[in-house]
């Protein structure tokens, strides 16, 4: 499975792109894959060329009204591991017995 975290956003649109992370962000939930907003990107998990479809289809959508965008993938793939949004998480709180803020 893969694990990727992707931040993508115009930088022709303003100092706020909301508006157009919410449009990834509805492409991505459509999609039924599993994923976690974040402040300063998205983790999406599942199959690597589901993944990787749902990044370009939330590329092409900004593309269509943006002259420039700017984007980060951070990936890590693990054979036959899955669940690993809350895994990984958990696993670290269990070191410190403790909850986090996630």
């Known amino acids: ?4 975290e992707l931040s993508m ?6 100092p706020s792109v909301s508006k157009w992370v919410a449009r990834s962000l509805e492409i991505i939930d ?3 894959l599993d ?7 998205t983790c999406i998990e599942g199959d690597w060329d589901e993944v990787l479809a749902v990044v370009k289809k939330c ?3 900004m593309a269509r009204d943006s002259v420039r ?6 990936g890590d ?8 949004l809350a ?3 958990a696993t670290v709180e269990k070191q410190l017995k403790r909850t986090l803020r996630t």
């Open 77 to 84: 793939w693990r054979r036959g591991a899955g669940g690993r």
């Open 69 to 74: 965008i700017t984007f980060s993938i951070k």
């Open 87 to 89: 895994s990984k998480v």
């Open 59 to 61: 590329w092409n959508r």
């Open 30 to 32: 459509r999609s039924g």
């Open 35 to 41: 994923y976690r907003l974040g402040p300063m990107g």
């Open 1 to 4: 499975m893969l694990l990727i």
């Open 9 to 14: 956003s115009p930088m022709d649109k303003g």
